[in-house]
């Protein structure tokens, strides 16, 4: 037997349910498809600041950028690679050239903070003079409006800080300080997200790209804890959920 027609009421019916029915949206990215330049800031010849027991903030930036490559792998990230491992002092506009020749979907640039120098006081480390500032601490996090994936890169540093004050962290508000070397508009007063637009590192950058200071290392008591395995974990995993989380979404 032929199938019966079917009635205009019923044929108007599904018409209604399938526009009704939700469609799920697309995500912004697959993660093992996603390639994910990791930076590790400076290198071990200019190597940054300086923290407050003399140790270079390069060692610092290396260590955790390392741990962020793992936590993003073990997210399933598996494209995630340390953007120059053999440490050659790239400038901040080589480090954007090479990931844009590297096809990165992502570019996360990982470094330590320090202060202004009129906030620093002396002590004797190991019977040297050395600088501290314990005036300041916490984490801080950049993007560029010169980026040309400005929104999606403002997107993820808003997720990145919000992961960060999450585990506990708090951000540093004195990049928004009106001196001198600071004056950095405040984009996100709960995700301690600054907007930055000469960071070459991130507005020469054709991918999504954020640059993310975990902390400041003049500080005395923040020093101790960046450089203990707690801490970088606890970073890294942060970042990791943050990039899941925007990889994810639509």
Not at 80 to 106: E, I, M, T, V
Not at 224 to 232: D, N
Request: charged share 20%; proline share 6%.
């Amino acid at each position: 037997m032929g199938a019966r027609a079917k009635s205009p009421l019923f044929l108007a019916a599904l018409v209604l349910a399938c526009l009704l029915s939700p469609i799920s949206a697309e995500a912004k990215c697959r993660p093992a498809a996603l390639s994910i330049a990791v930076d590790a800031g400076h290198g071990p010849k200019i190597s940054g600041a300086t923290s407050a027991t003399g140790q270079p903030e390069y060692a610092f930036n290396l260590r955790l950028a390392k741990q962020v490559v793992a936590a993003l792998k073990a997210a399933g990230f598996s494209r995630a690679f340390l953007l120059d491992p053999k440490g050659a002092d790239l400038p901040p506009a080589a480090r954007a050239a090479r990931a844009n020749a590297a096809g990165a979907g992502l570019l996360l640039s990982i470094h330590h903070d320090s202060a202004q120098p009129q906030f620093f006081e002396t002590w004797t480390v190991d019977g040297k003079t050395r600088r501290y500032c314990d005036r300041y601490h916490g984490y801080s996090v950049f993007y560029s409006g010169r980026n040309p994936r400005a929104a999606a890169s403002l997107d993820l540093a808003k997720r990145i800080g919000g992961r960060m004050t999450a585990a506990g962290f708090p951000f540093t508000r004195h990049h928004a300080a009106d001196i001198p070397g600071e004056r950095r508009p405040l984009v996100d007063d709960k995700a301690g997200v600054y907007r930055y637009d000469g960071l070459a590192v991130l507005a020469r950058a054709r991918m999504p790209a954020v640059l993310l200071e975990a902390g400041v290392i003049v500080n005395r008591e923040e020093e101790k804890e960046l450089a203990g395995g707690k801490r970088q974990e606890k970073t890294a995993q942060a970042i990791a959920q943050a990039v899941t989380n925007w990889c994810a979404a639509p």
